[in-house]
């Protein structure tokens, strides 16, 4: 497996991740064992990189990854987002990242995950009556008192990168990336390249869009509530992967390992988080760490699917509101 270091000051880790919040909620059911077979099969393949939230199944997630690490935590980096609170029926009632919150979120996932540290430690979201430099200045606390590694941010805008790395380095920002959504070319990306911050970018298959056939969502599915899987929107989004198809039937690869491929192509700065719960499709997204491109064919994918061409934001408006990222 291929290594990429995680901004000038974070670690090295595999070219690909694996996003593990699938195992535990928003997609819908997933098989336990099938789940940890897929982490170990990760790390046997070299994927060093494991992303997870205290909240994917409030708490489920961590306690499924620290039994599948179990005995090689050395081989991976745990990257842990915190402060979204949830009720007892699931739902999403807040972020809260104030310093004392910080100490607490991570005393729970060190020891849900069965560890003395994580590697890289980030809030989910900008919390918005909690200014960043206090939510940074707590991390960087935990650095010193050896619990965590590195920083990381999710979701949040040129400014407030600027602001958290005046604090303490940032070795990576988690965002939306894939040839769908190429929001972070706009001005976030200068920004994180200007200040050697690195990207791990999730939602690289739009979310499971990507793929030789639609989803099929099931009530438990938050996609269904996705602008981009609904209606017309679906339907010409469908169109744009048809025709990333064709291009990837030409290259001789799956339309899956050329997005994900794509993705690894827009810097060396930049870590595709894959998110999978099969072991079948982990092989498949491994397998284009080996995919690269000429010029030629990175023209064709501009053409085919030029920056604003999928229908339907990313999240439903509500959701979008809360994201730094967008404002």
């Not at 789940?35 to 992303?51: F, Q, Y």
């Not at 996932?109 to 430690?121: E, F, K, M, N």
């Not at 960087?140 to 602001?163: D, P, W, Y």
């Not at 690894?264 to 894959?274: F, M, N």
């Amino acid at each position: 497996m291929q290594k990429r270091q995680l901004g000038a000051t974070g670690p090295v880790v595999s070219a690909i991740g694996l996003g593990c919040m699938g195992m535990s909620h928003s997609y819908g059911p997933a098989d336990r064992d099938e789940s940890i077979a897929t982490i170990r099969a990760a790390m046997d393949a070299g994927v060093t990189l494991l992303d997870t939230g205290d909240f994917y199944g409030m708490g489920h997630n961590e306690l499924l990854i620290s039994e599948a690490v179990r005995g090689r935590r050395d081989e991976v980096q745990l990257s842990v987002k915190f402060g979204g609170m949830r009720d007892a029926d699931g739902g999403f009632i807040g972020f809260d990242t104030r310093p004392a919150a910080v100490a607490n979120f991570l005393a729970y996932s060190l020891q849900r995950l069965g560890t003395d540290h994580v590697d890289i430690y980030r809030p989910a979201r900008l919390d918005p009556s909690v200014p960043i430099e206090d939510t940074v200045g707590a991390i960087a606390e935990q650095i010193e008192k050896g619990h965590v590694r590195h920083i990381g941010l999710s979701e949040v805008g040129a400014e407030t990168i600027r602001r958290a790395h005046a604090v303490h380095p940032i070795a990576d920002l988690q965002i939306e990336y894939s040839v769908l959504e190429r929001g972070v070319e706009r001005e976030i990306l200068q920004t994180t390249r200007e200040l050697g911050i690195g990207i791990t970018a999730y939602a690289v298959l739009a979310r499971g869009l990507i793929s030789a056939a639609p989803p099929a969502l099931d009530a438990g599915d938050w996609r269904g509530h996705s602008p981009r899987f609904q209606g017309d929107n679906l339907n010409h989004n469908v169109a744009l992967v048809q025709k990333l198809d064709e291009i990837a039937e030409n290259k001789g690869v799956t339309v899956a390992q050329l997005a994900i491929a794509w993705v690894a192509a827009r810097g060396e700065d930049v870590v595709p988080l894959v998110g999978t719960t099969k072991r079948a499709r982990l092989s498949e997204a491994i397998g284009a760490v080996d995919v690269t491109f000429a010029e030629r064919e990175l023209q064709e994918i501009e053409a085919v699917v030029p920056v604003g061409a999928a229908a339907g934001t990313r999240y439903a408006a509500a959701q979008m509101a809360m994201l730094d990222s967008e404002r």
